[in-house]
């Protein structure tokens, strides 16, 4: 069975900083490119970082450049995101999706980040 399921979101202040974890079981996740997005109330769901297969690309929305980092552990079947200096405008629901080298793509329920003072 396909899961992912993330985890770390919560209640931070302005500047603070949290970790997401994505854990990833019933596909071969080292194949996939890992990305993240969210989705803020009454807005489209928006890409926020993406990385390879391998780890070697990464890329970012510019509206988090410099403050977030993705980062997967194939070890562990689990991508990552480091989220600094955070904004009350990162407040939002984040996901995980994975997108197989084989023409699927899978995604977790979401973790709610909220940013305020």
């Known amino acids: 069975q396909v899961q992912l399921v993330e985890s770390g979101g919560g209640l931070v202040q302005p500047g603070g900083s949290l970790r997401l974890s994505c854990a990833a079981s019933?596909?071969?996740?080292?194949?996939?490119?890992m990305n993240w997005y969210r989705q803020a109330p009454g807005k489209k769901r928006e890409l926020v970082a993406l990385?390879?297969?391998?780890?070697?690309?990464?890329n970012y929305a510019d509206s988090v450049k410099g403050r977030f980092t993705i980062s997967r552990d194939n070890a562990k079947n689990t991508v990552y995101l480091q989220m600094n200096s955070l904004k009350p405008e990162d407040t939002a629901v984040y996901y995980c999706?994975?997108?197989?080298?084989?023409?699927?793509?899978?995604w977790g329920k979401g973790t709610l980040v909220t940013v305020s003072s």
């Open positions: 999706n994975a997108v197989g080298s084989w023409g699927k793509d899978y």
């Open positions: 019933g596909f071969t996740f080292s194949r996939c490119t």
């Open positions: 990385i390879s297969s391998t780890g070697g690309t990464t």
